[in-house]
């Protein structure tokens, strides 16, 4: 029984495509997350969902778009793709100020 | 905004040595969390503290707050091959549900 699952977890894709990742925990946590981590394994916080509702979004341009149709899930759009989206994108969850649960990550890689 | 960095980026240690990463937030931190990344893993939770001056142990482990909750540590004795990965600390700032993770510790333990 996963706690947190992502799908995919590899995407390819070509520049200036649209795609989506998928995430859903079976905790029920109140708060999920999605984090990006480059190449030098910084792992940067691009949004924070609190029971549907969005409550942090970073500097991040506009071309992610996070969805939470409901508590257990929250998905990431992403449209006209980069290169220098290439990254892994790690889904998580907590409730209360307690630990993060982390999904296993999808590696996205733009050509 | 918020940053919090962790040195050293990387330590490369002989299998039996010791190992520390230090971790500090430009901010004050109403806690502290650490976690682990194997390679090719997602970061899993480790421990969190979150009194001023909490010393924690975990075996090998010893993890600690700073007096001003600014800076953290976390000292493994006699490092084993199986604790390669890299180490984050994370933090949340007041009542903000934001979890910003340092940059991070990468070790190598090599025979």
């Known amino acids: 029984d996963t706690a947190v699952s992502q799908t995919p977890k590899y995407l390819v894709t070509q520049m200036g495509n649209d795609k989506s990742i998928k995430c859903e925990q079976n905790?029920?946590?109140?708060?999920m997350y999605w984090y990006k981590q480059d190449s030098k394994k910084f792992l940067k916080i691009m949004f924070s969902?609190?029971?549907?509702?969005?409550?942090i979004n970073e500097t991040v341009p506009n071309r992610f778009s996070p969805k939470s149709p409901d508590k257990a899930h929250l998905n990431l759009h992403i449209n006209s793709l980069e290169l220098g989206d290439s990254a892994v994108y790690f889904c998580?969850?907590?409730?209360?100020?307690?630990?993060?649960?982390f999904g296993q990550g999808t590696r996205l890689t733009v050509v | 905004g918020q940053q919090v960095m962790q040195i050293p980026q990387y330590q490369h240690v002989q299998e039996g040595e010791d190992f520390t990463t230090y971790c500090n937030s430009s901010?004050?931190?109403?806690?502290i969390q650490w976690y682990k990344q194997r390679p090719g893993g997602h970061p899993v939770f480790l421990i969190q503290?979150?009194?001023?001056?909490e010393v924690k142990k975990q075996k090998r482990l010893t993890f600690q707050f700073g007096e001003a909750k600014k800076n953290s540590s976390l000292h493994i004795t006699a490092t084993q091959t199986t604790d390669v990965g890299t180490y984050f600390c994370?933090?949340?700032?007041?009542?903000?549900?934001?979890?910003?993770f340092g940059t991070g510790t990468r070790l190598q333990v090599t025979l």
């Open positions: 994370a933090g949340y700032t007041g009542t903000a549900s934001k979890l910003t």
């Open positions: 905790l029920g946590h109140d708060t």
């Open positions: 503290l979150v009194k001023s001056g």
């Open positions: 969902y609190n029971n549907k509702e969005l409550i």
């Open positions: 998580a969850s907590r409730k209360g100020n307690t630990e993060a649960f």
């Open positions: 901010t004050t931190l109403s806690n």
